[in-house]
Every structure is written in structure tokens, then in C-alpha cells.
């Protein structure tokens, strides 16, 4: 079983500790490190974090504890320095892009820049978290334009950011003066149900969260792209009829209880295909057929989406589309260090990686690519 909150958790420390070396070295701190209670407000971290990340750059001699007098900084061989900064305001934890915000922080700071990490699902927009981003005079911006917040703050001060791109952003026109690396979600869930289709899946139901964005947001969004997508493979091969939602909330156990309702029908109108939106709600699928003793991929073929360490952690191992996200890492950190330009877009196609929740007997290898391709530099 994958636990990846552990995987969060090591990721929020050691950008911790980057953030906290970085206003060491540029002096914001003076001569003494804030006590643990002003930097967790600071840096939105929980003491736990906070001490593994501080009792690191202890060892590596930056900071020395005083008895009753907390912890100093030690400034003997410090040079002060400005980074060039760039700010990370996209999911930075969780199950889905945790690994994609540490890539970009690894790849900037290959290439001697920093990444200030903000996980943009709890970015408020606040003026105390605007002050914070602004004080490090960031010559970078890397937001997801998926989540409202993290868009919104683009309009506002993204003209303080010399560079700037935008990834998960549709439609594309909507981020002038910014580059955009997008996914295709579109053919991601067009490749996933024709994938089924090629395995002689005829009822194929498109697993869907019911989400609850503004209606300015929704429009060309990932999640109407999929739709466009699954109805599009349906459409190609005839099966327009078959054509069947199921859209599921936040209620886990609710979840469970519509999968197999759907599950127990007749075998002539039961679903013997199920693509799915992200890789966590394809396992759980999955756990709920074969508690009705249905078998996967034999009655019920299953495909995730996002190619994520959850395709490895249930019982069966899960096909998905992978969204090729160090491809896109990579790009967006070539137009931050190299030649910049703006208001051009890159879309990455997405593959399917067949594994056995869904392939045929007759197919040899798990883990098989079906069709990659990568169409980039479309100016608007």
C-alpha cells in the first residue's frame, strides 16, 4: 500500500528547509531564527516539520542553540545573496502533483534557482500571503490555472513577475503575457476509453467528479476537456448510445455505494468498462466490483488517469494516462531559465500505460505506452 501523505510530508520539510536557508542567507532574520511558533504561522508548517527542517541546517552549521536564548544564526563564511526566485504557485502535496512541484524545484535549483513553494489549494490571496511571495522579489511565476485563487492572482500581480507560465490553464488565451504547458486532457480520455474499446469494451462508463467552480472557471477546463474526449472515442466507434456518467462527491462511502449499484446490474446493461478521472477513484472502483465478485479485467476493465503511485497500490494493477508531467516540468523550466516567450502555449499529448486492470490476456508486458506524441510552441 502506497502512503503518500508520507511522501507530502518529506517534500513540505525539504522545501522547509530551502526557504528557511534561503532568508538566512539573504539576512531577513538578523542574527537570531524566530521561535517555532512565529514560523509556523510563517511558513503555514506544523512544529514537526518545522524542527526536522531546523535541526538540518543545525548540522550543516548554519545555526547554533543557545541555552535559553533560542537559535543563532551563524554568519562565519556567509555570503549574502538574492537568489533568482521563482514562486511554485500550484499543488505542492497530496496524491496527485506533490512529485510535479518537487521536479520543478529540482530542475530550478540545477540550474542555480530557487522555488518558493505554495500549495495553491490553500492559498487564500490574503495580504499577509502577498506581502510574503512579494518580499523575495521573484523573478519567476509558475501558477496553476485550474484553481481560481492561484489564476486570480496572476491578474492581479503578474505583471511583477517578468517571467511567467501557467500550466494546467484552459482556455489558453485567458493568461496574456504568460507561457502556458498544458496537458491535453481531452485526448487523455479519449486514448483511455478508446484503449477499452480496442479490448472489445462496449459499455464503458466515464467515473466523474461533480465539481464546484465558478462558472467563469468551468469552461474549457480538464474536466469538460475529458468529457469532450470520452464522447469523442464513443462517437468514432458507434457506441454514442452507451454514453454513461457517474458522477460522485467528496463522500467516500456514498462513492462506494453508487459504484456498485451501478455494478449489480443485469450482465446485458452492466458496465464491463470504467474510465475514471483520477487514479485514486479508479483503485477504489476497483476494490468495490470485486467485493461484489466481479473480476478485473474480466468483467470490468478499469482505467485511472494521471499515471500516479496509486496505480501500484491496490490489488490489481491499474492502467492510467500519463500525463508526461516531467515533460511538462521540464518545459516550464526551460522558459524561466532560457529564452522567454511569452503568450506562447505547449500541449503535451498523454498516453495510456496498459497494466492489468484493463489489458487482454493476449497482451504480454504491464506497464506498455500506447501512442505518445508531444505537439509544442503553437503561438496564440
Not at 8 to 31: E, M
Not at 136 to 148: A, E, H, K, M, S
Not at 297 to 303: K, R, Y
Not at 323 to 341: C, D, M, P, S
Amino acid at each position: 500500500m502506497v502512503h503518500h501523505s508520507t511522501n507530502a510530508n518529506a517534500c513540505k520539510h525539504v522545501w522547509l528547509a530551502d526557504a528557511l536557508k534561503r532568508d538566512i542567507l539573504t539576512g531577513k532574520f538578523g542574527q537570531r531564527l524566530p521561535g517555532i511558533h512565529v514560523l509556523s504561522e510563517n511558513y503555514a508548517a506544523n512544529f514537526k516539520t518545522i524542527n526536522k527542517a531546523v535541526h538540518g541546517l543545525e548540522k550543516e552549521g548554519l545555526l547554533k542553540t543557545c541555552r535559553g536564548e533560542g537559535r543563532h544564526i551563524v554568519r562565519r563564511g556567509m555570503k549574502k545573496v538574492r537568489p533568482r526566485m521563482v514562486v511554485l504557485l500550484i499543488q505542492t502535496e497530496g496524491h496527485l502533483h506533490s512529485n510535479f512541484a518537487m521536479d520543478i524545484a529540482r530542475r530550478l535549483q540545477e540550474q542555480d534557482w530557487c522555488a518558493l513553494p505554495i500549495n495553491a489549494e490553500h492559498f487564500k490571496g490574503t495580504e499577509a500571503e502577498i506581502k510574503h511571495i512579494l518580499s523575495y522579489r521573484p523573478v519567476g511565476l509558475v501558477f496553476d490555472g485550474f484553481i481560481p485563487n492561484s489564476f486570480q492572482f496572476f491578474h492581479q500581480y503578474g505583471d511583477q513577475f517578468p517571467r511567467k507560465v501557467v500550466w494546467n490553464g484552459f482556455p489558453k488565451n485567458r493568461y496574456p503575457g504568460a507561457v502556458a504547458v498544458c496537458s491535453d486532457d481531452c485526448m487523455g480520455l479519449y486514448r483511455a476509453t478508446q484503449h477499452l474499446i480496442q479490448q472489445g469494451r462496449r459499455r464503458i462508463v466515464f467515473l466523474n467528479y461533480r465539481w464546484n467552480y465558478p462558472e467563469e472557471v468551468h469552461p474549457g477546463t480538464p474536466h469538460e476537456l475529458q468529457i469532450k474526449g470520452y464522447e469523442k472515442a464513443l462517437t468514432e466507434a458507434g457506441l454514442q448510445e452507451q454514453k454513461q456518467f457517474l458522477f460522485i462527491t467528496s463522500d467516500q462511502d456514498a462513492n462506494l455505494q453508487t459504484i456498485r449499484a451501478v455494478s449489480q446490474n443485469p450482465p446485458a446493461s452492466r458496465p464491463d468498462g470504467l474510465v475514471t478521472y483520477a487514479d485514486f477513484r479508479a483503485v477504489q472502483a476497483i476494490r468495490a466490483i470485486r467485493q461484489l465478485g466481479l473480476r478485473v479485467p474480466d468483467d470490468v476493465a478499469v482505467v485511472g488517469y494521471n499515471n500516479t503511485p496509486w496505480t501500484e497500490s491496490g490489488e490489481v494493477p491499474l492502467s492510467s494516462v500519463d500525463i508526461r508531467e516531467k515533460e511538462i516540468a521540464r518545459i516550464i523550466v526551460e522558459n524561466l531559465v532560457g529564452e522567454y516567450h511569452p503568450d506562447q502555449v505547449y500541449t503535451i499529448e498523454p498516453q495510456v500505460v496498459a497494466r492489468a486492470s484493463s489489458r487482454c490476456a493476449t497482451e504480454a508486458v504491464d506497464g506498455q505506452s500506447l501512442a505518445p506524441q508531444l505537439v509544442q510552441g503553437v503561438a496564440v
